[in-house]
């Protein structure tokens, strides 16, 4: 829908102004929502759901909360930090002494 692409990339142009590098958009889907939620005027019994992935700084939250809680076609927003675990970088393959393995047997 149009609407929804034009929500879509209200948010996403005022994440990138506060510094937030977006990663990845996916869309879950239009579903009941679990219980009816009363916004803007307005009852919404169904919904579009949406996940941006983003990394950006802590600060953000805040004023995005805000931005997204004064937009009218938002009914209920949410930000869920998720930690990257860091991978250990290979040293590559460790070459086996068979001399010392022969020597041990001994």
Avoid: Q
Wanted: aromatic share 4%.
């Amino acid at each position: 829908k149009p609407e929804t692409a034009a929500v879509l990339k209200r948010t996403v142009e005022a994440l990138m102004e506060r510094g937030a590098v977006v990663r990845n958009l996916e869309n879950l889907g239009e579903r009941s929502l679990p219980y009816k939620i009363s916004k803007h005027k307005e009852r919404h019994r169904r919904g579009g759901y949406f996940l941006i992935d983003l990394e950006g700084p802590p600060s953000i939250v805040s004023t995005m909360m805000d931005h997204l809680g004064r937009d009218i076609d938002v009914i209920r927003r949410t930000f869920v930090k998720h930690h990257v675990s860091k991978t250990e970088e290979c040293s590559g393959i460790i070459p086996v002494n068979y001399e010392d393995k022969l020597i041990a047997k001994k």
